[in-house]
């Protein structure tokens, strides 16, 4: 098992930025791997093309790379957090998390005993080690971010921060924006917005562990790591390439005058 590029980052002041892949093509994950990022996600959750066995396989076309493979699964749940991991993921980011109990959960899912409740399993991550060394390491290396995404999650974040095991909150803003009643076009400068995020973050700095925020373009992503996110996207795969296409074509019909 490597070092975890983004936890190395973070002891030093450093935030990381992550390509997100909602693709679930393996080309395309390895691609985004060699690009740069610090991370790269795996978007199991909402990714219209990630099934449980395109996880594998881009975990797999990443491995080559220093990116840091991680894994948004579909929903609070052991299976699925084991499942990312044992395939290969240093890290999960862990959806519509409400309460201390459930940050708990997700951050014992992802330790083994007697840290937590993961299953010993020797799978991917034993290929290139023994599988005590990789036990014995694992614990420390694995992300956990739980996501701040409701209102409820909100008024709850000060006792979210201090769940043993986790490492990181990581603000969803649409979702959040949209059980707020903010206008999913305009959260990013939303007064409201910014308050929660303050809220989150303080929260997050307060118990030690990370305040992150998923971002949206490069300009909003820039702004809330200047507000202080460690960790953040600046774009899935789908809307760069779609972006990039128009791009290009305005390009050539602008060429050909």
Request: glycine content about 8%; hydrophobic content about 45%; overall charge negative.
């Amino acid at each position: 098992m490597k070092k975890n590029r983004v936890k190395e980052l973070w002891r030093q002041g450093k935030p990381a930025v992550q390509g997100w892949c909602s693709s679930g093509n393996p080309y395309i994950a390895e691609l985004m791997a060699h690009a740069g990022f610090d991370a790269v996600v795996i978007d199991w959750q909402h990714g219209v093309g990630v099934s449980q066995d395109s996880v594998v396989a881009c975990l797999q076309a990443m491995s080559g790379s220093d990116a840091v493979p991680l894994v948004r699964v579909p929903w609070n749940a052991p299976e699925y957090i084991w499942y990312a991991l044992d395939a290969g993921a240093y890290g999960v980011i862990v959806p519509m998390v409400n309460s201390y109990a459930e940050a708990e959960a997700a951050g014992r899912a992802c330790r083994y005993a007697p840290r937590g409740c993961r299953s010993v399993a020797g799978n991917r991550p034993s290929l290139s080690e023994p599988l005590p060394a990789y036990v014995q390491r694992a614990n420390d290396e694995i992300l956990c971010l739980v996501m701040i995404e409701t209102v409820k999650a909100l008024e709850n974040v000060e006792e979210i921060a201090r769940a043993p095991e986790i490492d990181g909150l990581y603000i969803g803003p649409s979702d959040l924006s949209l059980d707020m009643g903010l206008d999913l076009s305009n959260w990013a400068d939303d007064p409201r917005h910014l308050a929660a995020v303050e809220r989150v973050f303080a929260a997050a700095r307060a118990n030690g562990i990370a305040p992150c925020h998923h971002g949206g373009s490069p300009e909003v992503s820039a702004k809330f790591v200047k507000m202080g996110s460690m960790l953040c996207q600046v774009g899935n795969d789908m809307r760069l390439l779609a972006a990039a296409t128009a791009s290009a074509l305005t390009a050539f019909r602008a060429a050909l005058g």
